[in-house]
């Protein structure tokens, strides 16, 4: 089973990054049905053998009532307050793909891993599929292939992920796991892993996202923390020397250095709206109307409601 939720992991990872859309009906795709079925060997295994579905109680608990109040709210907000515009339908299907498949995602991966070396398995397999993303997008970033990724108007790629800012934290999720497989490995598998991790750094910075290089500063805070006792900080400060001279380098010669500089530095004085990318205005406006409404602090306004608001709820800065 690990071996085919690694395979399945970089499956999936893969026909992302290549745009392949392997949608069926709306809801449902034949990503879906791999993990249903999946699910369903899964439960008739622990049904023969018995096995307790406690697992991690408090994050399915956490996970239960997430799905449990939204489920509610999309009934109240769309039979009982009648929000205008509001697609009983649309946020249906959304909740069941956001909320509902995540859950199942959630549990195939929990019961799917009972040891390390499962675990290993799976996330080789997670890897390789981020690292075979970030490969496609350098690949179309600079012409070689063609597959439509999408460049906004200021330079930034979108990536394999479709939108700069998420494309960047799904490269820093996975960038850690690419330099440890790096460090733990020899011969060619470290080239392999290294010149990985390179190209993940390389698309990093080609997202330009401020928020992504405050998350990494971030994981590798936290992680040398919490790790503390099994790195060597002697070679920790040579790795980061090394990166920091390859960062450099990357923004001195590439097409995105200017733009990379742009986006950490400024070009002068600018106002708050400016230096958030718009969202100090939408977080203006979104608080503002839940201090109309108190209650929504508590309650919140109901499952995909703030699409409906008269401003736009999100932003892509």
């Known amino acids: 089973m690990p071996t085919i939720l690694g395979l399945s992991a970089l499956f999936l990872l893969a026909t992302d990054a290549l745009n392949i859309n392997l949608s069926l009906l709306p809801g449902v795709s034949a990503k879906n049905l791999i993990i249903y079925l999946i699910a369903i060997v899964l439960a008739l295994r622990m049904v023969i053998g018995r096995r307790p579905v406690s697992d991690m109680g408090q994050m399915q608990g956490a996970f ?10 999309w009934l109240i907000a769309s039979l009982v307050i009648d929000y205008q515009h509001y697609n009983f339908t649309a946020s249906g299907i959304r909740l069941k793909s956001e909320l509902i498949d995540f859950y199942i995602f959630f549990l195939v991966f929990l019961f799917g891993v009972q ?23 350098v ?31 799904f490269i820093v999720l996975f960038l850690p796991a690419t330099v440890a497989a790096a460090v733990s490995s020899r011969g060619f598998q470290r080239l392999f892993w290294l010149g990985s991790a390179m190209v993940a750094a390389m698309t990093l910075v080609m997202t330009a996202s401020r928020g992504g290089f405050v998350g990494l500063a971030m994981c590798c805070a936290v992680g040398a923390f919490l790790y503390r006792h099994l790195i060597s900080y002697s070679r920790i400060a040579g790795w980061l020397f090394a990166a920091l001279i390859l960062l450099v380098l ?38 503002a109307v839940m201090v109309a409404h108190p209650l929504t602090f508590i309650t919140g306004f109901g499952w995909d409601v703030y699409s409906t608001m008269p401003f736009q709820p999100y932003s892509t800065g």
């Open 250 to 287: 990357v923004v001195t010669f590439s097409p995105y250095g200017n733009l990379l500089a742009e986006r950490m530095m400024g070009t002068g004085s600018v106002d708050a709206n400016t230096a958030s990318s718009g969202r100090s205005d939408i977080w203006t406006s979104a608080l």
């Open 139 to 169: 690949l179309d970033a600079f012409g070689v292939v063609s597959l439509g990724f999408r460049i906004r108007e200021d330079g930034r790629t979108a990536g394999a992920i479709g939108e700069s800012n998420q494309y960047a934290a």
């Open 64 to 73: 239960i009532a997430l799905i449990g109040y939204s489920f509610v709210t």
């Open 115 to 137: 040891t390390p070396e499962d675990a290993m398995k799976v996330i080789k397999g997670l890897v390789l599929g981020a690292v075979f993303a970030n490969v496609i997008t």
